[in-house]
């Protein structure tokens, strides 16, 4: 279970128009976001429902569900915000209250809650706006969360995968870096987050979180989930055809699956004005 390189530095690799496109093109195939994108570590999950004054938690960018069903089994009430009407939807279908909107434009309409959490979403949120934003709706004493999975696929492997993009999609984001590291992504993007925190003004001190583990991957799960990155939702059919023929290339060569080691970064500070 994966997010990778091709989306997960969009941020900070795609110009502002590309990282538009690519932010409204993952309901493009809800079904198989959600049965492909990665779960988050239970450890993170015990981690910041004890770390809150209650179970009420607004969930930015819901997407289908995907981390807003790991709380609710840890026994938190979960309202999603979500602009995509499509993946809202699905998470619906799996019993959750979805509001469509971004977050900045979102209306809480004097609600508040004791947790803001985004998994996988805030680099596409105005990290000032958006930390202001869930200022206004957290308790005295609640917590802001957001998270991101990142993966290191392993060093030879990810030079050849980088050498597909190279050929077939010379232009891309993919092929302008020259690793598939999505650990100093995630570092850049931590970095925002936590500066958007402190200039809201309205959070304590910012802390950061990790946590460690591994996945190994057949070829088959492998190419299942990339058509779901932002990079590759948007390619015409004969162009992913092709990128999805030369990866597979690669992982077969490799012996036909690969373990890929993830950090689980958190950013997450508290709404001043605790007891």
Known sequence: MTTQRPENTSASVFTPAEAKRAAESFGVDAERYDRTRPR???AMVAAI????????LLDVGIGTGIAARQFREA?????????DERMADFARGTGFEVETATFEEWDPRGRTFDAVVSGQTWHWVDPVAGAARAAETLRPGGRLAVFWNAAQVPSDLGEAFAEVY???MPDSPAARLAAPSDTGGYAVLGDK???GIRQAGAFGEVERWTFTWEHTYTRDEWLDQLPTTGLHTRLPKDVLEEV?????????AAGGSF???F?????????????
């Open 259 to 261: 373990t890929n080691h």
């Open 244 to 252: 999805l023929a030369g990866v597979g290339a690669a992982i077969d």
């Open 40 to 42: 988050y570590p239970d």
């Open 166 to 168: 190279r050929r077939v």
């Open 49 to 56: 429902v004890e770390a809150v004054p209650g179970r009420s």
């Open 75 to 83: 026994g938190c009430t979960v309202l999603g915000v979500e602009p």
């Open 193 to 195: 987050a936590a500066d």
């Open 263 to 275: 950090t689980t970064l958190v950013v997450t500070a508290l709404r001043e004005g605790a007891a």
